[in-house]
């Protein structure tokens, strides 16, 4: 946690209200977003007990896996899902963009929180090797559902996507409660700290929260005591009814259980809609439909891939795939850092409060300044900053301002003294081609400029031995990837 | 043990070593506790090979680590080999050093391919990594590969038939700014370390260890031993009465300061133990108080009396380094050394201390004034690399009531499928050097 955000978190407490701490948002939000709330059986790893999903928020979908611990039950459940998840982001991939050109916007999908995620891909795991003939047979929906979720997970984990979203970790990034991470972590105390009711305190609002009687979890665990004295037994009288053979008590059970679930899972589907509008809320970053954009292509490029009948995604990456995501992801990781400084005055104090960015009026400027040293004289303009942030920054550094990001900044001289540092920097790109800097390309005196030892420029991707020369320190090349017989028909655990 | 001891010990295992890679098939691991001589076994290996015919490729992690290499190369092959030269191979951000420079037998180039008649080439991993061609090298060098992630291994593997990995497995690991636990539990992690991969894929490659310490004083070595290396103990390669540190001029009065210094200068440890409280990471008093222990040592005209030399050697600014667990520690410390009127003084963090070595370091200790205590400040690695850079003594300055904080936090580290259990864990050890440090406490005022 940043000296801001625990700033911030001390402010939420003495105000008794979640503080703001960026001042734009920072992920996109689609105008149809699909909410999808999980429910699993207690104790079991990824057994789908229920699920409200949809893109209107009024119109709630429930799926019930009715006997959750039957392997049909849960297929017919997956089946379901996968009908209205394939349906939606089918709704995005109408027709053909052309080559090189993306939908012109992509689906978006929502979980409560992390543990939403993992079984997400949890869920991913156990239905996209199923086969559609053969040996238990399952509807086309069901791999689909599987390859889908599993996309989805995946992107997750690209630190530029916004194709998958946990609403505490949207929310948390973007407001400062006065409660921990941890119990960040649950939604309704989330909530009731950003947006407590009328004439409640954020603390007060949070404590009622609490009451699992009053806001069920968000799942996919569920409550304790609406297992033991609720769910036990209906799943009990639904399994004694098909047992006998009673088709009216089997019905009656049924419908009992989904009024249950429905109302363990209402207030969850009001309060990711609450989330989803107070991040809509929030004006954008100016990097967010760029990231966006990446996300469209991705989208794309994934539709294609499965038009062309492609794999199943693997169940582990092979060497060289997984140091090239690895790669990816770093990569990814710097840009949205750098994004969001360069989008957000909030973000970018964090990096002057420890030396990696400093601000200041400039002092000094040279806009002509030529440097004669090679076979041509080249523009070369040097300015001085004045600062009285920490600098960390050296000579020979490279920086980069978000006022001209694409501009090429080097520290000539960092001159400290007890109350300011004064920063020389040489600038060496962006200025057109004469040996007169275009208008406005140079900072002028006095001008409060910003500069960044990172920068938002997408690096191109290091170059790895392809698979098939994987090398013997990394176990030699591996097998031609085929999902396997076994992995269409293993135990869903 | 007597020097000449422990010089024939090492003397063995390097030529086990160097003897051992004639015949294995693909390679050897050799694991290197703090100063035990990695570079001169680096320098030997890679003339024994160019003797024997072959061409060797050197890959080390940073250009810093690069150009100490190729100097100590460069004077080794001008005292051996009159006639062969060395490639350094650098890129285009990178600057080759003086001490580089002014070999006459170093060749510096930006592409490989000016560098065909050097036997012996030395470059980073990460320029090495761009290097296209269809020649192979007989033999690689790989210098601290237990902080070379296994990633990079992959993108230079491909370049050389065999190799000998050299590296300190009790430094710190290889680490990533993402964090994915898609990949734990497979051989291949490209998060984990170039050995570690190595060897999960190649069991037949075998593991050699260095036995002493010429770095280490007899006071530090079976310290650090026993808490970062207890299954693969080392010894120092001086006795006691072979190190000292003394002080030409004496103290004034009495201030805690000076004892911690008389203390440390004594049993070669100090723990100078601040008041307990809970402070940012910048901890202006533990700050300073870093900051006065090196300027006093300046001031008190510290010297050294060792193996080296037999007069005493003044302990120059240059042979005194601040160790830091942050960039901002450490520039704060920068900041108070230049009020002090200190200068010249190593300040840096644990990552970049990594492979250097001084007289007397003084440490800023990780979890000193924290309310909590996170895996990346209960590393062993990073506690190891702090309490292991000095030749003959080392000052730890603290908040009090960090045991209480251990116990406080026992580590939570998540245990996956199929990774080792790392032991010792970065608690264990920090409660082993606690556990020294209780007995030469200096309170502070």
Known sequence: MTTLTSLAKVEAIALDRAQLIRTVRHVHVSPRPLIFVPLQLAGEACAPLAAMVGDDRDDERLLIAYEPRDRTERFRFAAGLGEVIVGYVGGYAAGDPGEGVPYPDAPQVWVPNAGGMKFAELLGRSTRFRRTEGPYPVPASVPLLGRWVTYLAERAQHPLSSLFLSATQALTAHWATGQSATEDQNLATLLAWIAPPPGQTGAQAALLAENPARCPPAGPVTDPDFDRDVLEGLIKAIVEARQSGNATARERAQALMARELHSVLKPTWDLMWQAVDLLRSLPPGDHVAERWKSDRFSFTGYVRYLQEGGFPQARRDAAVDAARRLARLENEAQQLAAHMAYDDPLVMAEYRMTGDAFAGPVVRAEPDRLDETGKRARLRPWITVETTDDVLAEHGADLRSPARPAQQARVIEVDRAADRTRVTIELQSGMGRKLVPEPGSVPGLGDVVCYTTFKAEFQPPPKFPDREDTPWTHGGPPPEYVPRDEEATEEWE | ?445
């Not at chain 2, 291949?188 to 004083?217: F, G, I, M, Q, Y």
């Not at chain 2, 440490?363 to 309490?387: I, K, M, Q, W």
Request: proline letters at 6%.
């Open chain 2, 1 to 445: 043990m007597s020097i000449a001891e422990a010089a024939d010990r090492a003397r063995l295992a390097t030529e086990e070593i160097l003897a051992s890679m004639e015949s294995v098939p693909r390679g050897v691991v050799v694991d290197s506790p703090p100063g035990a001589g990695k570079s001169t076994l680096v320098v030997r290996a890679a003339t024994e090979l160019v003797r024997r015919g072959h061409r060797v490729m050197v890959i080390a992690q940073t250009n810093e680590q690069v150009d100490d290499l190729t100097d100590v190369l460069a004077g080794h092959l001008a005292g051996h080999d009159g006639d062969l030269r060395a490639g350094r191979l650098y890129s285009e951000s990178h600057r080759v050093g003086w001490r580089v420079e002014r070999h006459q037998n170093v060749v510096s180039a930006k592409s490989a391919g000016e560098l065909l008649e050097c036997r012996v080439v030395l470059s980073t991993a990460h320029k090495w990594a761009t290097v296209t061609s269809d020649e192979q090298w007989a033999w690689a060098i790989v210098d601290e590969a237990y902080q070379m992630r296994s990633d990079l291994l992959l993108r230079v593997a491909g370049l050389f038939g065999k190799a000998l990995f050299v590296g300190d497995p009790g430094q710190l690991d290889p680490f990533s700014v993402v964090e994915v636990d898609r990949w734990s539990g497979l051989s291949w992690d490209p998060t984990t370390s170039a050995v570690e991969v190595l060897l999960n894929h190649n069991d037949h490659v075998p593991v050699k260890r260095l036995p002493v310490s010429w770095r280490l004083p007899a006071s530090a070595a079976p310290v650090v031993s026993e808490a970062f290396y207890p299954f693969n103990p080392f010894t120092a390669a001086t006795s006691p009465q072979e190190r000292r540190l003394e002080f030409g001029a004496s103290a004034f009065g009495d201030n805690s300061v000076d004892r911690a210094l008389e203390l440390a200068a004594r049993s070669g440890w100090a723990l100078y133990e601040l008041p307990r409280a809970h402070k940012p990471r910048t901890d202006r008093e533990a700050v300073r108080a870093c900051a006065e222990l090196a300027a006093r040592l300046l001031e008190r005209a510290a010297r050294t009396v060792s193996e080296r030399s037999p007069d005493p050697l003044p302990v120059t600014p240059d042979r005194i380094a601040v160790g830091t667990a942050h960039r901002d520690q450490a520039s704060a410390v920068r900041a108070a050394l230049a009020e002090l009127g200190a200068d010249g003084v190593t300040v840096d963090t644990a990552n970049r201390l990594q492979g250097r070595e001084f007289d007397v370091t003084i440490v800023l200790h990780p979890l000193s004034g924290r309310r909590d205590a996170t895996a990346f400040h209960l590393e062993a690695g990073r506690l190891c690399v702090l309490t292991s850079r000095h030749r003959h003594a080392c000052v730890v300055v603290a908040r009090k009531g960090i045991p209480d904080l251990l116990d406080a936090h026992p580590s939570v580290e998540p245990v996956h499928l199929n990774v080792p259990v790392k032991f010792p864990d970065g608690w264990e050890a920090q409660q082993a050097i606690m556990a020294h440090l209780e007995r030469h406490r200096v309170a502070a005022p």
